[in-house]
């Protein structure tokens, strides 16, 4: 652990929430929704989720039994709002075939395993990568699994805090050896970043009003 960086990156998050607020993430209501939230927002939108969620809220499928039994084409159907549907209809259907086989479908039982062995297995799951394994973590295991993304690796390249050959690993790890293993800590902090990311250090950095603006940074750093 550094003493300066654990610093910086507990400035970074008092400057982030004090200026934009608690995100209140996952914008979900059940770690169901999470996990299958989590599978489907690769490379789309959030709204897109949201609509395919809806469409197995509305077809009773938001249940592990029903999806189980649910066929292969009309899962896909069902959550074809949220793009690419058959691709993340086997993604969902992978997990959910490992999630019966190792759980019965029960999610405290999947929940008591230890972080470190829960993780590897998910990422044994075909479709199931690093960030979507630590979003299954965190949001709905309440485990300390802290999230990466492009967001979070952009904001920390410009703030040169990383170098562009940083990977997803050394990224989780510059936070969590540098953060208390504190869940909410780090579900916030990723809901944080993940605005300014969006508000602000995009592709082409738009700092001003940023809350880490008055952080050391270079705008034109490339991603």
Known sequence: MSSRTSQTLRAFYDAMYESLGPQHWWPAQT???VIIGAILTQNTAWRNVERAIDNLKRAKALDW???HELSFEDLAELIRPAGTFNVKARRLKSFIEWFHRRFDLDL???FEMSLSSLREELLEVSGIGRETADAILLYAGQKPSFVVDAYTARILYRHNLIDRSAD???IKELFESNLPDDVQLF???HAL???VGKQHCRPKARCEGCPLERFEHDAERED
Do not use: I, Q
Request: aromatic fraction near 12%.
């Open 31 to 33: 770690p169901t929704e």
């Open 65 to 67: 039994k029903r999806l």
């Open 108 to 110: 405290d039982r999947m």
């Open 168 to 170: 997803y690993h050394e």
């Open 187 to 189: 579900n916030e902090y």
């Open 193 to 195: 970043l993940v605005d």
